[in-house]
């Protein structure tokens, strides 16, 4: 087999990025499958640096790849004159429009008696929204005005994204009495009458087409609570932007938290992956931050990169992936464990024990 590898551009970005890509690249390599790695630099030192968050170097390279890995970028809260977050640009450039955070508990916590485990993804619109930067102030700075923006194109788009992974998750699951595929279609619509009331008219449209799946709609301040509460009651939530961005960080309490969340932005060209969590400042340079978001973002990448990979390599990318995902949930139940998850371990002890168990498994 001597097929050309394909391209990964890496941008580990700011703070902890710098940490916990590496270990997703080390985990990478270990595979062998036929990869190239690409660095390019984004975020907030680079802004100081050179005077731009997303350079154009980075923008082609991204263009170009076949698939980015990219860490966190610390974010100043206060205005900046030119600064604008990069992975908010990127996900438009490219218009990686869906952004999937997926989240399961396995193992289950202790004492916990439900029959039915955590397995849930939020799908979240990634490219509009009240993310789609249309802020401005008036009255000499006394009022300041952001513009939500919803498409009938986008909320197409990104129900369809939802409905077809709930058949594919449905699919996928060999029990006999495995739940029936369910959207859950999250929104405002009582208050935001014209956005959200667009989002989940669309939503409920494009349901029609998915008859095997279930819809129901929740308002998103309940399914707050519900995530908190009954979250094995969720199977897809599909949701806006800003609402999905919270959700997803609720939802991700039960996966053991930021530093094992991971992420997939998607598009029909482009495809970009990254742990859900920020440049984490309080603990940046310890060398203590949790590897295992980044770890898993490595797994999704290589599932989608089976798609582009040729056809003799293709189930080999599926097996690595499935492979790491193992050993991702091997650290997570018998460790070693990083102060996140109430261990003392450091960065590199995680990575090495997922290597470990990728390759014996
Ligand atoms: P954060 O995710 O960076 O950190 C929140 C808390 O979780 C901190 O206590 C941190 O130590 C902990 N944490 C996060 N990831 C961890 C890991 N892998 N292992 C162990 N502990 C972990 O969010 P925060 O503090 O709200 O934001 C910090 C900076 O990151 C800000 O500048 C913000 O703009 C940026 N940020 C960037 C994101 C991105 O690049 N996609 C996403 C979220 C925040
Ligand atoms: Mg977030």
């Given at each position: 087999m001597n097929a050309p590898p394909l391209t990964i551009l890496v941008i580990p970005g700011d703070g902890i990025g710098r940490e916990v890509i590496p270990a997703a690249v080390a985990v990478l390599q270990s595979t062998g499958l036929p990869l190239r790695f690409a660095e390019a630099d984004a975020g907030w030192e680079c802004f100081q640096r050179?005077?731009?968050?997303?350079p154009l170097e980075t923008l082609d390279a991204a263009r170009a790849a076949d698939a980015v890995l990219f860490g966190a970028v610390a974010s100043p809260s206060h205005p900046v004159a030119g600064y604008r977050s990069p992975i908010v640009r990127l996900r438009r450039e490219l218009d990686l429009y869906a952004n999937i955070r997926p989240v399961f508990d396995d193992p289950p916590r202790a004492g916990d008696l439900r029959a039915r485990r955590v397995d849930l993804v939020v799908v979240r619109e990634n490219t509009?929204?009240?993310?789609?930067?249309?802020e401005r102030v008036e009255d000499g700075g006394a009022t300041a005005i952001a513009e939500r923006v919803i498409t009938r194109r986008a909320s197409e788009r990104i129900a369809r994204v939802a409905f077809e992974l709930a058949r594919a998750r449905h699919a996928a699951r060999s029990a006999e009495d495995a739940p029936p595929a369910k959207v859950t279609i999250v929104h405002k619509a009582n208050v935001l009458r014209e956005t959200c009331g667009l989002f989940r008219a669309v939503a409920l449209e494009v349901a029609q087409a998915y008859p095997d799946v279930q819809a129901d709609e929740m308002l998103v301040d309940a399914c707050a609570l519900q995530l908190a509460t009954r979250p094995e009651r969720f199977d897809v939530i599909v949701t806006t932007n800003l609402f999905g961005d919270i959700l997803s960080d609720v939802a991700c309490a039960w996966g053991g938290g930021l530093g094992l969340a991971s992420s997939a932005n998607l598009g029909e060209r482009h495809a970009l992956f990254e742990p859900v969590?920020?440049?984490?400042p309080d603990i940046?340079?310890?060398?203590?931050?949790?590897?295992l978001a980044a770890i898993g973002c490595a797994a999704l990448l290589l599932d989608h990169l089976a798609h582009r990979a040729p056809l003799d390599v293709a189930s080999d990318f599926r097996a690595w992936s499935a492979r790491i995902q193992r050993a991702i949930r091997r650290v997570r139940v018998a460790g070693p464990h990083t102060p996140d998850l109430g261990g003392n371990a450091v960065t590199s002890e995680v990575t090495n024990a997922v290597i470990a168990h990728t390759l014996t498994s």
């Open positions: 050179c005077g731009e968050a997303l509009e929204g009240l993310y789609a930067g249309r969590h920020g440049a984490a940046a340079g310890k060398g203590i931050a949790n590897p």
